[in-house]
């Protein structure tokens, strides 16, 4: 049974960073696409960064590229986010996913994968 949990949300003030953490279960994070989904009250999910299948295969949003970096740990089973430069349209809740489709990364990230994680909130504010 595949099992999302992500930590490492919190306040942070502008400029700041977070790194987002998630642990995988019940299936191999090198086997699967995975990617960190976002969204802000009252507004639509959005993809934020998403690794397809195929080796060099990461997508960004526009509204991140440049201060946040997705990795994963294959021998820890881990998915990473690490977010830099946050600013306050960056509040929302982030919540991991995961996807045994072949697909491009940015295909995947625009509509969705497989599974989720609850989610952690990340807040920034002064």
């Known amino acids: 049974q595949v099992h999302l949990v992500e930590s490492g949300g919190g306040l942070v003030q502008p400029g700041g960073s977070l790194r987002l953490s998630c642990v995988a279960s019940?299936?191999?994070?090198?086997?699967?696409?995975i990617g960190w989904f976002r969204q802000a009250p009252g507004k639509v999910r959005e993809g934020v960064s998403c690794i397809g299948k195929k080796d060099g295969d990461i997508y960004y949003a526009d509204s991140v590229k440049g201060r946040f970096t997705i990795s994963k740990d294959n021998a820890k089973n881990m998915i990473y986010l690490e977010m830099n430069h946050l600013k306050p349209e960056d509040t929302a809740d982030y919540s991991c996913t995961a996807s045994p489709k072949v697909a491009p990364a940015g295909m995947l990230c625009e509509y969705g994968m497989d599974y989720w994680g609850e989610g952690t909130l990340v807040t920034v504010s002064s």
């Open positions: 019940g299936f191999a994070v090198d086997e699967y696409a």
